[in-house]
């Protein structure tokens, strides 16, 4: 096979078990659609119990052999699969957009911070050292030693087809864990593909397998994982509930868990904040896939002296946003996800303007476009009760709040279930430093919109959930730790 494909050549439709292709065992598909259009793109294995079972089985026998693999083997096809990776960014940019709407810079962006996990991994599974416990008695030594974790199940979302799975498999299979994979319903073909180029680079059979599964499929092919002893850790991003559905249902065999859930991240503009900068944050950090993105800021709180005109200069950028599909070369924001997903949005603006919310930009449906795409919003006068400020809307939507002290500011940050990002822009050393510290959440922007980055820890507390992806803390969570008591030494 060319290293170098074409979008067709990278579309796969059966499971990837044990280094074949093959077909869901109950030999049912179902269709991947295109968000902009409505039409199916390609049908896919809709997977059951037994195709789970068969990839734990094939990732099991693959364990011991990958597990003690040198390091700077596994370390060698993870190079490989990121060049392949690389290579082909055009084709999987396409791809991106393809199934998931999001236009084609954007994509092709996705693919080049996907990989950026799967070479920081390689690099890491070198460098993954244990301690030599300083001596506590004569005769005796102490040491510390990290070894994988064993079959890892990664359960991966839509909105980033291609990074969450790669910022997941990069780790484990770094570690010398063995993986099972299951990629968002909506977004299979991102998956798959990357699974065939990594095959292409030589994970052996066994190590790596992937199978696709329908809305109604998913939770009984999932639910093998969960209840099979085997499985030691489950990384999953998606929604708290169902994080919380996984938790549950995989403590019977108590598996490690990584959950990277929901976020409702708060967005503070101080009054001597640069406004400008302010902007220009909020709209990388709100508009990056839509709005459909864990760590968007769901709720923004505008310190009273600056309200008005912080709301007019966004209100300017965002009407000047191009709303088009992935196909247009000059599209800024794409359609949404599917029907529920505009659905939802439309329902969070029609309840904020029904409770006296004001529009300043958008408020409306653009079905001139197609089924699924909404125009970028301004909201001003949001208060607590509506229901954007309580559920995270993961669409194009701002909502702006007006506060008029800082402890205000923090209290209000703080009043959610969430803690994965928030974001705040002041010029003021000393506030600075408080409110970063007052911030319940995982990730703090200051003045700084764009957070996500390979070589940082991402991840939320309280329930956005608990595990770190990506920089030196992200391997931790695929690792246990031995410790060696060797006595008889004198
Ligand atoms: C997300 O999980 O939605 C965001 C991922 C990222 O920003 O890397």
């Not at 070369?329 to 029907?339: E, F, T, Y």
């Amino acid at each position: 096979m060319a290293s170098k494909l074409e979008l067709n050549d990278l579309i796969r439709r059966d499971n990837f078990i044990d280094g074949k292709w093959v077909a869901a065992a109950s030999g049912k598909r179902f269709g991947v659609t295109n968000p902009a259009t409505g039409e199916v793109i390609a049908d896919v294995a809709d997977s059951s119990e037994a195709d789970a079972r068969a990839a734990a089985d094939a990732a099991a026998r693959a364990f011991p052999a990958w597990r003690d693999a040198l390091p700077r083997d596994r370390a060698a096809v993870l190079h490989r699969w990121h060049d392949l990776i690389m290579e082909n960014a055009n084709a999987l940019g396409r791809l991106i957009s393809l199934e998931q709407g999001k236009p084609f810079a954007e994509g092709r962006g996705e693919v080049l911070y996907g990989a950026s996990y799967v070479k920081w991994f390689a690099d890491e599974a070198t460098r993954i050292y244990g301690d030599i416990i300083p001596q506590q008695q004569r005769g005796k030594r102490m040491t510390a030693v990290k070894e994988p974790v064993g079959i890892v199940a990664a359960i991966t979302p839509w909105n980033f087809p291609l990074a969450m799975i790669a910022r997941k498999i990069a780790p484990a299979l770094a570690a010398g864990c063995t993986v099972v994979g299951k990629p968002a319903e909506d977004t299979p073909l991102t998956a798959l593909a990357l699974v065939l180029l990594a095959q292409e680079a030589g994970v052996p059979p066994g190590v790596l397998n992937l199978i696709t599964a329908s809305r109604e499929n998913a939770v009984p092919a999932v639910a093998a994982w969960l209840h099979d002893s085997r499985v030691r850790k489950i990384t999953f991003t998606g929604s708290t509930p169902v994080g919380k559905y996984l938790a549950r249902e995989s403590a019977e065999t108590l598996k490690k868990l990584s959950l990277e859930l929901g976020g409702n991240a708060p967005f503070i503009v101080f009054d001597d904040a640069d406004l400008d900068a302010a902007v220009t944050g909020l709209l990388a950090s709100k508009f990056r896939n839509g709005g459909q993105t864990c760590v968007s800021p769901n709720r923004v709180y505008v310190q009273s002296g600056v309200y008005e005109k912080f709301g007019d200069m966004l209100a300017k950028r965002v009407a000047a946003l191009k709303v088009a599909p992935a196909t247009d070369p000059d599209a800024q924001i794409g359609p949404m996800i599917n029907a529920r997903a505009i659905d939802k949005i439309a329902r969070h603006v029609d309840d904020a303007v029904a409770q006296g919310a004001r529009i300043l930009a958008g408020g409306k449906r653009l079905d001139a476009l197609g089924p699924n795409y909404y125009a970028p919003t301004v909201l001003l006068d949001a208060t607590p009760q509506m229901q954007l400020s309580c559920e995270e809307t993961f669409g194009p939507i701002v909502p702006l709040f007006r506060f008029d002290d800082e402890a205000e500011a923090i209290r209000s940050a703080n009043d959610t279930p969430f803690g994965l990002a928030s974001y705040f822009y002041s010029q003021d050393i000393r506030r600075i430093d408080r409110v970063s510290r007052g911030l319940e959440a995982g990730i703090v922007g200051i003045n700084e919109g764009a957070l996500a980055s390979e070589a940082a820890p991402f991840g939320g507390v309280k329930e956005s959930g608990y595990g770190r992806e990506g920089s030196k803390y992200g391997l931790d969570d695929y690792l246990s730790i031995r410790y060696l008591c060797q006595g008889c030494l004198e």
